[in-house]
């Protein structure tokens, strides 16, 4: 989607940091989305942010918010094989229904 | 188990013959909406729905058809298809159109039309 953009490509190595980011355009996005696309499966909720929040930290996942900047960041430690997937990132806006706009999503190849 | 639950999951069809892609959830949600996904374009929502009998477009709704009589279900109908539709289609609800939570996807619907 052209209201949220992300690279397309990631490759990184078993054990290091991933960084996914995401940028988007209207700073009335209340809130941020990750999901996770394993092959074959649907898209999982990972975790959101709300707009109001500069941080989030969930076991290995952080995410990031720059308001200023309208970025978002993915940040997995200790990558393993099992986070090889599709990563999108989504926002929602209220005076657009709520409706969850996406990037065209990062694939993330994990290698050992 | 809650979830959402698509049918088929793999469909190829001929160009013109109606087809109906069936979505069905059991977590008393509210709002409903359909997703096409093609490469390099993310998922693109095509309809979706408030509630009962409350539909409203997407960002790509031409040569679709949706339709709301039950909470639970939200087919999605292809009256005369084309090959530009193909594609891999995802149904998702939330608990409402805020979505705070995030929406719950099905599987997901692999359709060809040739």
């Known amino acids: 989607g052209e209201d949220v953009e992300q690279s397309l490509f990631l490759s990184v190595r078993e054990g290091d940091s991933s960084v996914i980011n995401c940028t988007y355009t209207d700073s009335s996005s209340t809130y941020l989305y990750w999901y996770k696309q394993e092959p074959g499966a649907g898209l999982q909720l990972l975790t959101y942010i709300f707009s109001n929040m500069d941080m989030k930290q969930d076991q290995r996942l952080t995410v990031l918010l720059n308001k200023k900047d309208k970025h978002l960041s993915l940040r997995i430690a200790d990558t393993q094989t099992g986070d090889s997937a599709i990563y999108f990132c989504?926002?929602?806006?209220?005076?657009?229904?709520?409706?969850?706009?996406f990037g065209a999503g990062t694939t993330v190849t994990v290698r050992a | 188990e809650a979830q959402v639950t698509q049918n088929p999951r793999y469909l190829i069809t001929v160009t013109g013959k109606k087809l109906t892609v069936t979505c069905s959830q059991n977590m008393n949600h509210e709002y409903m909406s359909w997703y096409r996904q093609d490469p390099g374009l993310g998922l693109r929502q095509i309809y979706y729905?408030?509630?009962?009998?409350?539909?409203d477009k997407g960002d790509v709704p031409e040569g679709y058809k949706v339709s709301r009589k039950e909470k639970r279900n939200f087919p999605l109908i292809l009256e005369s298809p084309s090959p530009n539709q193909t594609s891999l289609y995802f149904c998702?609800?939330?608990?409402?159109?805020?979505?705070?939570?995030?929406?719950?996807f099905g599987s997901g619907t692999r359709l060809t039309v040739v």
């Open positions: 998702a609800s939330s608990l409402d159109r805020t979505s705070n939570y995030g929406y719950t």
């Open positions: 729905s408030m509630n009962v009998e409350v539909t």
């Open positions: 989504a926002e929602t806006r209220p005076f657009n229904d709520y409706k969850l706009s």
